[in-house]
């Protein structure tokens, strides 16, 4: 796989996980929701720390803010 279809891969499974949470929260699924939401969260990070390194795998980790401490966003 190139770069960008590695980017692509979270991206979209990113966006799946987003629609899922989105939905478990119209059912009151509230414990759910927050897994999907985190999941989808720390993969969209995946993706920018692809984008940012010459590796195509990130590292193998849940943690959020390390994720996004190896990323070049800048949240306000």
């Known amino acids: 796989m190139t770069k960008e279809e590695h980017i692509k891969h979270w991206v979209d499974s990113s966006t799946e996980n987003w629609q ?3 939905y478990l929260l119209e059912g009151k699924q509230y414990v759910m929701t927050l897994f999907m939401f985190h999941l989808s969260i720390e993969k969209v990070l995946k993706a920018h720390w692809i984008k940012a390194n010459v590796a195509d ?3 193998r980790t849940h943690d959020l803010q390390f994720l996004f401490s190896e990323t070049s966003l800048d949240i306000n």
Request: proline share 33%.
């Open 20 to 22: 899922t949470a989105t």
């Open 57 to 59: 795998s990130p590292p």
